[in-house]
C-alpha cells in the first residue's frame, strides 16, 4: 500500500464526508484524520492519486454554468 498524503483540508465532518464521497465516486480510495484545528479535517490519499483526487474534485466543486450579470 502506498503512503497515505493529504490532498485537502475540508472545513468540518460534513465537507470532509462529501469530498469524500467525490474521490470514491472517482475510484480514489481516501480516509479522514482530524488536524489540529476545532472540527478540520484532512483528507488523505494514496500518494500515486493525489493528482487525480485534485482533479475530481475540482470537476465536481466547480459550478456548470457560470452566472450571467
Known amino acids: 500500500m ?4 493529504q490532498v485537502t483540508v475540508a ?4 465537507e470532509g464526508e462529501e469530498i469524500q464521497a467525490i474521490l470514491t465516486a472517482a ?3 481516501s480516509e479522514l484524520l482530524p488536524e489540529d484545528e476545532a ?3 484532512s483528507v488523505r490519499v494514496p500518494e ?3 493528482e487525480a483526487a485534485k482533479d ?4 465536481m466543486t466547480e ?3 457560470p452566472i450571467a450579470d
Request: charged share 30%.
Open 2 to 5: 502506498s503512503e497515505m498524503v
Open 11 to 14: 472545513g468540518d465532518v460534513t
Open 27 to 29: 475510484g480514489i480510495e
Open 39 to 41: 472540527d478540520a479535517l
Open 48 to 50: 500515486g492519486s493525489i
Open 56 to 59: 475530481a474534485i475540482e470537476a
Open 63 to 65: 459550478p456548470d454554468d
